[in-house]
């Protein structure tokens, strides 16, 4: 292991330290009895405290030093004065220890008592002090110079996911998001919990990826012998409790999907799934606006969150379009009744990229999403899907080419999907045997044949609404993020490139790179024209080559560019 100059120093320090008898990890418990924010909420001159923390900065002026201590809470000014903390004529706590083997970044425990500068500054005055744990590898702290210029940020966003506890230690408004994201998911237990559904868990692995349209993961069980998989959805265990008799369930899923990774889609998500016996689709749209509205308010005071340079309103009502409709209404095309050759054509004419393995239904999946979804920043219930798109949702009542589905658009992004829930077992081994012919064609994502559910169906299951919300990109619009990897403490990374390392990248990405090392730097736009890619190889390819530290993209007065890292 190659170690740095500091690493290097701070490690003699740590063999001194032991040399004088100081033992720099602890084992004993340490009794914190305060913290930082409570000392400035409840401050009381002259109380006695036991205080611990971060060591973030420091001014040494001969036997007297101020400094910041950073805990769980924010941070609070500590003074250390060497008579005080050396009150005999052995100064080596203070000469040595102090000033020469503690670093920024070590972990501390002090105890003292608390006073006021002259300047006003509630400060806590060491009496005692503790080394807890030795920092060996510095922190990048920021630097500002004497005009107030900040240099050295942490703000490398694959340095900053990858380090997540580096960021959360010099970035403290991080933690915010992460509170936050807490709150929110605490104001849909009360509002669930309040009407009296029960919380409960669900299998991980699975004999069946199902209850959605998704690649899983694919894992062995030894003892068993049998393949297993990482649920791509809970819903077919949870709608198993509604038959076992549960007129109410809910929960938070960890849900996996052997997918693309972008700013909205990591491999590893949470789901909150609902089902309620009695309900339809309808009396479901009416509970997510009265749930949506009270997270908004919880979590950020109002029914308006700011995402972006959009102010969205979590107020009911929501507007409510049938997708087809909206199909209509953003291309032109009235794509009702069309057969599979027909929407492929419809596809091609709108510039999209299709192939024989799709059937109606991801088609019209592809033409909403290219076309249509952008345009619902404020949230709409986008309705009314076709069969072929929904193989375990109720049959339309009142057109049986429609099932009572809908997905809820905000910011232009789904959050929401819900179902009438199909209890017609006859229909449902109809609709999974359909998938099963796609998958026959090719279609990687299609639904798996789940014979036990359609057992449990046969049992009898009564008119059921069901519902999944994204947790991540509910925390992303709570919490002005966008990026998925800004709400999960430990987003899914590539590994990380070792010295010397080649990095293989896709055709597109070698295209896109090409390009760029010809000008070194480039108007994203005319890069992207050069590239000759369309939208979607473009956003890829583009992440591809940030994510590699290959190129980085600026924003100047002149616009977006992009240029070799």
Not at 113 to 140: A, D
Not at 185 to 214: C, D, H, K, M, W
């Amino acid at each position: 292991m190659q170690l740095s100059e500091q690493e290097l120093i701070r490690r003699e320090k740590l063999t001194k330290l032991r040399e004088l008898g100081i033992d720099p990890y602890p084992a004993a418990l340490y009794p914190v009895n305060t913290t930082s924010e409570n000392i400035k909420q409840n401050y009381s001159e002259g109380k006695k405290v036991i205080i611990s923390g971060r060591l973030m900065s420091r001014r040494i002026q001969g036997k007297a030093s101020f400094a910041e201590l950073q805990d769980s809470e924010g941070r609070i000014q500590v003074y250390f004065n060497r008579d005080e903390i050396c009150p005999g004529d052995d100064k080596v706590l203070y000469n040595d220890v102090y000033k020469k083997l503690l670093d920024i970044g070590d972990i501390i425990g002090i105890e003292g008592e608390l006073f006021t500068t002259q300047v006003g500054e509630k400060t806590v005055l060491v009496k005692v002090f503790t080394l807890l744990s030795k920092s060996l590898r510095p922190l990048p702290l920021p630097k500002k110079d004497a005009e107030g210029n900040i240099f050295d940020e942490f703000n490398d966003p694959e340095m900053r996911y990858r380090q997540r506890y580096v960021d959360l230690v010099v970035n403290p408004h991080v933690k915010e998001t992460f509170v936050k994201r807490t709150k929110i998911t605490n104001s849909i237990r009360e509002f669930y919990n309040e009407r009296g559904y029960l919380e409960v868990e669900t299998p991980i692995l699975q004999p069946i990826p199902g209850g959605a349209a998704a690649r899983p993961f694919l894992t062995h069980h030894n003892a068993l012998n049998i393949p297993l998989y990482l649920r791509i959805a809970n819903e077919l265990y949870l709608k198993r409790l509604i038959v076992g008799g549960f007129d109410g369930v809910y929960e938070f899923s960890k849900d996996f999907r052997n997918e693309g990774m972008d700013r909205t889609h990591n491999p590893e998500f949470t789901v909150m799934e609902l089902y309620v016996a009695y309900k339809d689709y309808n009396w479901m749209m009416d509970t997510t606006e009265q749930l949506l509205e009270k997270i908004a308010i919880d979590s950020n005071g109002t029914s308006k969150v700011t995402v972006g340079e959009n102010e969205i309103e979590f107020k009911a009502p929501y507007a409510r379009v049938p997708i087809l409709e909206a199909i209509k209404i953003h291309t032109g095309f009235d794509v009702a009744g069309m057969d599979e050759v027909e929407l492929r054509d419809t596809a091609r004419k709108l510039g999209l990229e299709v192939d024989d393995t799709m059937g109606v239904g991801k088609l019209i999946d592809e033409i909403f999403g290219e076309k249509c979804e952008h345009f619902y920043v404020q949230p709409t219930f986008i309705t009314d899907y076709p069969k072929e798109m929904s193989p375990l949702t109720k049959e339309h009542r009142d057109n049986p080419a429609l099932t009572e589905r809908f997905e809820l658009m905000v910011n232009g992004k789904e959050l929401a999907n819900c179902y009438s829930e199909l209890n017609d077992p006859i229909d449902q081994r109809e609709r999974f045997e359909e998938q099963l012919r796609l998958s026959e064609k090719g279609d990687d994502e299609a639904m798996f044949i789940d014979q036990d559910f359609i057992r449990a169906l046969e049992y009898g299951m009564p008119p059921t609404s069901g519902i999944g919300i994204g947790i991540d990109r509910l925390v992303m619009l709570m919490t002005n993020n966008s990026s998925i990897q800004e709400v999960l403490f430990f987003p899914q990374m590539r590994p990380e490139a070792r010295a010397g390392q080649a990095i293989n990248l896709s055709d597109d990405g070698k295209i896109v790179f090409e390009a760029l090392k010809k000008a070194e730097k480039l108007l994203l736009n005319d890069l992207k024209l050069q590239s000759g890619l369309s939208n979607k190889k473009w956003d890829k390819s583009i992440k591809e080559l940030t994510k590699n530290n290959l190129a980085k993209v600026e924003k100047t007065e002149d616009g977006l560019f992009v240029e070799l890292s």
